[in-house]
């Protein structure tokens, strides 16, 4: 598992599945042809010898003071589309293993509420889907929930009965605004498009920086190519924007970005290219 410091904050990356996904799937734009020129900055970490993204789905653990903070639970144990069946990973082990066992996890935050964010929220005991973390408060977007209370996943409309819904009657949920602060190192940052109500992760600490991306990207091509459009994003337009105006804040500057799709090495820095950007790891 990797780990990584902030200051005193630490963050470690566990993963639930790593997938190879066809970037047209999701970036219709992304062809072969129209993503060669960069296969030098993307190769290998982030494209495999196929052409397929390595498309990473993983939680962070973030330790911040006493806080045990899990930003997104994943796919869990469930069946789930995409060629993402239910899967049986080692997910609660590592996370176990690492200090977070399911009794002392503190806070569980959903970047946004599709269902490979939600899926370890739930596990399935005595045949009712049962909160994962029954000492955690769950973090959820308040305008995230407003949009879906009455919408469904269209990638997996089971996903809220078995994986949002159970949090609210077990009176684990709080709505928290998009500029939420969790902790004294860790807040929530606006950056909607993808969902009405997505949010990114800040950590700050003694000066250093990072910041969690969640689904505002899904994989590193498209800092090159932010405007290209994405079939996950609600609000195309609005994600597209979105994914700009986070490149100009953050490229060159001082800030680790950690992408929630992204495979490992997972984090690293944005730099300037040309009229574009790209990952440097
Ligand atoms: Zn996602």
Request: with cysteine; hydrophobic share 40%.
């Amino acid at each position: 598992m990797e780990t990584w410091r902030v200051g005193d904050v630490e963050i470690t990356r566990v993963v639930d599945v790593v997938q190879p996904f066809p970037p047209t799937r999701l970036i219709p734009e992304a062809t072969p042809d129209a993503i060669a020129d960069l296969h030098g900055w993307l190769r290998p970490h982030f494209l495999d010898e196929d052409g397929n993204m390595r498309l990473s789905i993983h939680a962070f653990a973030i330790r911040s003071g006493d806080a045990r903070i899990l930003v997104d639970t994943c796919l869990g144990d469930k069946p789930r589309p995409l060629g993402l069946p239910g899967w049986q990973s080692s997910f609660l082990e590592d996370l176990a293993e690492i200090g977070f066992g399911r009794e002392v996890v503190d806070r569980v935050l959903c970047t946004h509420l599709h269902f490979d964010h939600v899926g370890w929220n739930t596990v399935r005991e005595d045949g009712a889907w049962v909160p994962t973390f029954p000492n955690a408060r769950y973090l959820v977007g308040e305008k995230e929930w407003g949009f879906w209370e009455h919408e469904v996943d269209r990638y997996a409309p089971e996903a809220k009965h078995d994986s949002v819904l159970p949090i609210f009657e077990a009176g684990l949920a709080d709505l928290v605004a998009m500029d939420h602060r969790v902790s004294d190192e860790v807040r929530l940052v606006p950056t909607p498009g993808h969902t009405p109500g997505h949010v990114s992760v800040r950590v700050e600490s003694r000066g250093e920086q990072a910041i969690i991306t969640g689904d505002l990207f899904h994989h590193p091509l498209q800092m090159a190519h932010p405007e290209w459009r994405d079939t996950a994003d609600v609000d195309a337009d609005l994600a597209r924007e979105t994914r700009l105006r986070f490149l100009e804040r953050h490229a060159d500057a001082p800030v680790l970005v950690l992408g929630t799709h992204f495979a490992s090495p997972t984090a690293g820095r944005i730099v300037r290219d040309g009229a574009a950007w790209r990952f440097e790891v």
